[in-house]
Each structure stands twice: as structure tokens, then as C-alpha cells.
Nanobody, 127 residues
């Protein structure tokens, strides 16, 4: 049973930083794509960043330079460091897992490509 548990969300002022964590368990595939998504009220879920087992990374163009995805394979934990946060970054943030082909196919940003999801952690940025 794959479980993904996010933590680290909260409220922060504009310009602040947060680091989200996603503890993964039960995923035994040797090839994977781990992604961060976010969904604001009334909006579609959108891909933020993704990483494969080797540590290669992909980002949404609009977030490059502010967000960094990383992982600690020994701890089975995925991270999202978010800097220079803006009010428009306010959303529920989710981590998700998919097979490795999702990363290499170029579809890493599509929620439909992911089989496993965490429950989400709320990020609120005030101006």
C-alpha cells in the first residue's frame, strides 16, 4: 500500500519561505516520478515540479527560480522548498507518485498520470 503524507504547510507573509515534505512509503518501483501539484480554490490542479529517481528535475516555467524540488532517498522523503512566496501561491499542495515513464514522456505536469496522492497541505500567503 503506497502512502504519501505531506507536511510543512502553513501561513506566511509575502516574500517568506516554506519547505514542504512528503513522506512516502510502500512504493517499491525502481523507476518513479514524484511530483508536487497545487490547487487553488476554483482552479484546476497544476503541476509545480517533478523529480525522478536519479534526481533529474522538472519545473513549471512560471515557478523556476523560486521553488526547488529535492528528495532524500534514505528517508523516502520528497521536499519542496518555496522561496519569495506570493499571494498567488496560496493553494493546497499535494505530492503524487507515478511510474518513471511519466517523467520521461513529458507529461509530468498532468495529474491524470499519477496513481498515488497525498492528502495535501495548505499554504496561505498573505500580502
Amino acid at each position: 500500500q503506497v502512502q504519501l503524507v505531506e507536511s510543512g504547510g502553513g501561513s506566511v507573509q509575502s516574500g517568506g519561505s516554506l519547505r514542504l515534505s512528503c513522506a512516502a512509503s510502500g512504493y517499491t518501483s525502481s523507476s518513479y516520478c514524484m511530483g508536487w501539484f497545487r490547487q487553488a480554490p476554483g482552479k484546476e490542479r497544476e503541476g509545480v515540479a517533478a523529480i525522478d529517481r536519479a534526481g533529474s528535475r522538472r519545473y513549471a516555467d512560471s515557478l523556476k527560480g523560486r521553488f526547488t524540488i529535492s528528495q532524500d532517498n534514505a528517508k523516502n522523503t520528497l521536499y519542496l522548498q518555496m522561496n519569495s512566496l506570493k499571494p498567488e501561491d496560496t493553494a493546497m499542495y499535494y505530492c503524487a507518485a507515478a511510474g518513471g515513464s511519466t517523467y520521461y514522456s513529458g507529461s509530468w505536469g498532468l495529474p491524470s498520470q499519477y496513481q498515488y496522492w497525498g492528502q495535501g497541505t495548505q499554504v496561505t500567503v498573505s500580502s
